[in-house]
């Protein structure tokens, strides 16, 4: 039974169903007629620009972790992570596996603090720059 424009559908469900696993979703549209767009989200600088970049990153998460102390469960392993992380950004052939576990203790202690945990993620971003992977 329907009306002058056709039969009544039923609604049909259009969602997104995902489980288990981890799930890295980029432009999503679910639904009649639905569309994603999106400019440029990101981007691999190279060269020089990694180097520069990861400074001021650096120097960013610095001052958050001062900023944010109080809000930090202990704020002086957060220092001492990013020490050793500048430490052997520093060397002459960093190891990535050591500088891979100063940004995963890094991100953990950054958690609570969301801007000092995006920080903490553009940098983790810019060190595999630096490192080419």
Known sequence: MGDDHGPIEPPVNHGVVIQGGTHYVG??????????????????????????RTAELLALVERLLEEHRDAL??????????????????????????????????????????????????LSTAVRGVLGA
């Open 73 to 122: 469960a202990d704020p002086d392993a957060g220092t001492r992570e990013l020490r050793r992380l500048r430490e052997e950004l520093d060397e002459e052939e960093p190891q990535p596996t050591v500088l891979r576990r100063a940004l995963d203790r890094l991100t953990a202690f950054a958690q609570p603090v969301a801007p000092l945990a995006v920080a903490v993620g553009e």
């Open 27 to 52: 432009n999503q549209a679910v639904g009649h007629r639905a569309q994603a767009f999106s400019g440029t989200v990101g981007f691999q600088q190279h060269g020089g620009a990694d180097a520069a």
